[in-house]
């Protein structure tokens, strides 16, 4: 049912291959609003939003680092991962799931301050409905 949401302009990559990546030359982007990102986010991920989204904000990336985009679902992420590789990035990636999945899976989010939490932004009421565990927030 995830598929329908996708255009599959962005290569996907599941849950259990991230977590199996190389860390070194690794960039996990956060492409929700900040609001979202400071309920809960995966460790070590940076938030570069979506709506107010700007190169700028990655200028430091290596163009042949690897990339892997999320949000709620996946439908920003793979809008922002469009742009990083019109711009010229080549590992670029779009977490299947994205954030829910993550957490349905059982892994960790944190808070802004770096603490472990339960809660997830699940965007609005209609979109809780993908999420299986942790405390809904939205």
Not at 23 to 39: A, G, M, P, Q, S
Not at 63 to 72: D, G, K, Q, R, W
Not at 111 to 119: I, R
Request: with cysteine.
């Amino acid at each position: 049912m995830l598929d329908s949401l996708y255009d599959h302009s962005v290569p996907l990559i599941s849950v259990e291959d991230l977590i199996k990546l190389d860390k070194k030359d690794l960039y996990i982007l956060d492409t929700r609003e900040k609001e979202e990102f400071n309920v809960s986010h995966i460790k070590n991920a940076r938030n570069v939003g979506y709506f107010w989204f700007d190169m700028r904000k990655i200028y430091d990336i290596p163009e042949n680092a690897t990339i892997v985009l999320y949000c709620s679902v996946g439908m920003r992420s793979e809008k922002i991962g469009e742009k990083l590789i019109e711009a010229g990035y080549k590992n670029v990636f779009n977490l299947y799931g994205s954030l829910f999945e993550w957490v349905n899976q059982g892994n960790p989010v944190y808070k802004k301050n770096g603490v472990q939490t339960s809660e997830i932004h699940t965007y609005n009421e209609s979109w809780s409905h993908w999420v299986s565990r942790g405390t809904k927030v939205y």
